[in-house]
């Protein structure tokens, strides 16, 4: 369904455009004038709201780790606009049914499930999925669908593909490395299904406790995502059964406010001068991300882990 809408979005952005280039050649204006503005309509499509969204975030976060220089703010913007129109008009419309990679049956491998965000489906990956992440893991992806529905009926998602890349894997426990929305999805799994098949969860700015701009999206996932909404404050009412490591972007245009990405009793790793969607295609952050992921697992979650495992079989 979200490919399908994407698709759609996009060939009405290139139908604008191109009807905006033939009025202004119509109108008189130099063929180069039309040209660009019918490649920059698309790209503005995104950096409009975007540059919103980093203003209203530097509003709000007044702390003096969060300012920034006009030019340092202006590149955070392009790389983010950038990013967003080809996550949204290229690969996720257009290249997101590729080949799972190969998988290895052996438990000592680190198994990792990549957990995408709000209005997002599995491509939103491909950054680090084309020779980034180490061949080493056993890696998997998911779609979080539907698009716009409660984020509890994503556990019951996450459990068809924990479960598959665990078979598949041999692996015990899997590591969970969820953008945006699919930490809370995480969250969800973990309160239905319990601790018994996850590790560790990699959260990247994810909105623990909501942000400002979920009121202007749209579907019931969003409505909970609110800042200080009844679904987060929900959540935090029991604590987390496995490790939670929170990246977070101290530049992040859409969940603000920014501390809201790091979750109460888990190691925050914070970034700076990265926008929302290019920490899923930085450099930085894939370094420490290759780094948690192949942590041990510590031994007081694993002992809990097996007790579980243990008790269910019983």
């Not at 604008?16 to 503005?44: C, E, S």
């Not at 392009?78 to 990013?83: A, L, N, P, V």
């Not at 257009?94 to 080949?99: G, L, S, T, V, Y």
């Amino acid at each position: 369904m979200l490919q399908r809408i994407l698709r759609i979005g996009t060939l009405l952005e290139l139908a604008f455009a191109t009807v905006l280039a033939v009025w202004l050649l119509q109108l008189g204006f130099a063929a180069w004038i039309a040209l660009a503005v019918a490649v920059l309509l698309p790209l503005m499509v995104h950096g409009i709201p975007l540059a919103i969204e980093f203003v209203t975030g530097a509003l709000i976060d007044r702390r003096p780790v969060a300012r920034i220089g006009v030019l340092d703010g202006v590149r955070v913007w392009w790389q983010e606009t950038w990013r967003s129109f080809t996550v949204f008009n290229i690969d996720q419309a257009w290249r997101a049914n590729f080949p799972e990679r190969p998988l290895v049956r052996d438990p000592h491998r680190p198994a990792v499930l990549l957990v995408h965000g709000y209005m997002c489906n599995r491509a939103a990956w491909r950054p680090w999925l084309f020779g980034a992440l180490p061949e080493r893991w056993n890696i998997a992806t998911v779609n979080l669908e539907p698009v716009y529905c409660p984020v509890e009926r994503y556990a019951e998602v996450l459990q068809g593909a924990i479960e598959k890349l665990r078979a598949a894997s041999g692996a015990e426990r899997v590591t969970l490395v969820c953008h945006s929305m699919g930490g809370l999805a995480a969250r969800a799994y973990l309160r239905v299904h319990g601790p018994h098949a996850v590790g560790r969860v990699v959260t990247i700015d994810t909105p623990h406790h909501g942000t400002v701009f979920a009121r202007f999206a749209s579907g019931h996932n969003a409505r909970q995502m609110r800042s200080a909404s009844d679904y987060v404050r929900s959540l935090a009412e029991s604590a987390e059964p496995v490790e939670f490591v929170c990246f977070a972007s101290q530049h992040d245009n859409l969940i603000v406010p920014r501390e809201a990405q790091v979750l109460a009793g888990a190691e925050a790793v914070w970034f700076e001068k990265i926008g929302h969607l290019a920490m899923t295609a930085s450099d930085e952050v894939l370094e420490k991300l290759i780094e948690v992921v192949d942590r041990p697992l510590p031994i007081a979650a694993a002992i809990s882990t097996r007790d579980a495992a243990a008790a269910a079989s019983s």
